[in-house]
């Protein structure tokens, strides 16, 4: 696989992505396409050796598996890989419709995540996510995107703004709602909901809509070394993890590939990293292959998460706000992330480790500290840890422009993470005591 190859692979998984709940769909779509089977909480599980399976929460998280065969299920262990699925974008409010003195029409939209809002203005977007219809007293929720160039968020004329670029607060009420068209006829996103679902308009009881940018991704640059592309944080990640368990894995291993939601928002909900939806999975896992108590709790001694949500590199026009000594480029290879306040959960043993998974086939890393003025955010490690309490590293594939609506990145990084991800899942880390440990690479395929 070339880098071109792989970033035309991630650029249709975001362009079908436009939504946490198209993430999801379309991760499903990759995952059912390498023989994954889907399983519903509702339902009793019946796993069986050598199956490869798949669970999904609000539809906006998903949790993919494999299971070990019966010889090697004796002294299992997890490898999980954890992402999300939502970026920072404007949620819709229910009657979202605003109209200015009849002749104008506004989306009334609340901010989602800490985006940066300027990049925003004057690009066309559009709509995508979930509608919730009824018939019959029948609830069913469906994946709708509206999937044309529908509305757009305008600039206010610098006459008319003399200090715009001195520096501006930009209000989300004032100036932040998109202009979707005139009000003759009257404008109805419930009704081009429900006309590209062929279904009535009274049949839809409520919406969770996004607004998102149409752009597709690129390959640019003078030597087309950089990729640009929307929602590049996290859906890199995402697709590098389900690209990767859905190849060849370590037999003795359970992997796992996860995609939480509301990350952006502080994963407090419960379909987060901060909800019970791993250590559920984790345990249903462990009554199917028959483990007791301490048998799982074992299991979860010799168990490893990678934390994969993207970082940021070195910036070339601000480079006094990355730290002096550690800072990524784009290119140079997976990004692990330090922390002293463990908002990263790297630390020397378990950076070490997935340094020496990396080294065995030669794939670039390199480190990530935040300047020590600069505080960097939370992600999903740490967070995660206050349900299943294992070893972590905090990776990801370094971006400029991070939280921008069109982010930018290396084109070697992709190729970079996927090989990563695979080289982890092939590796089992055999755990010798509190100071010594041992990597078992695969000898043959599953």
Known sequence: MNTTQINQELFTFIQNSPSPYHAVASAASMLESHGFQPLREQDAWALEYGGRYYVTRNQSSLAAFCLPEAAHAGNPSFHIIASHSDSPSFKLKENGEMTVENRYTRLNVERYGGSILAPWFDRPLSLAGRVLTEENGHIESRLVNLDQDLAMIVNLAIHMNRGINDGYKYSIQTDMLPLIGGCQPPVSVRAMAASSLNLAESAILTMDLFLYNRMEGRIWGASREFIGAPRLDDLQCAFASFRAISGQVHPDLIPMAVMFDNEEVGSQSRQGACSTFLKDVMRRIS???????????????????????????????????????????????????????QKYTSDGISSAIFRAICRQEQIPTQVFFNHSDVPGGSTLGNLSASQISIPSVDIGAPLLGMHSPYETGGAEDTLSLVAAMEAFLKTRIEYEGEQSFRLLPMEKSR
Do not use: C, Q, W
């Open 287 to 341: 009554l199917s292959l028959n483990l007791t108590e301490e048998g799982y709790l074992r299991a979860l001694s010799r168990s490893f998460m990678v934390s994969a949500d993207n970082g940021h590199a070195l910036h070339p026009n601000y480079p006094a706000k990355s730290d002096p000594g550690n800072h990524p480029y784009l290119n140079g290879g997976v990004m692990i992330k330090y922390a002293a306040n």
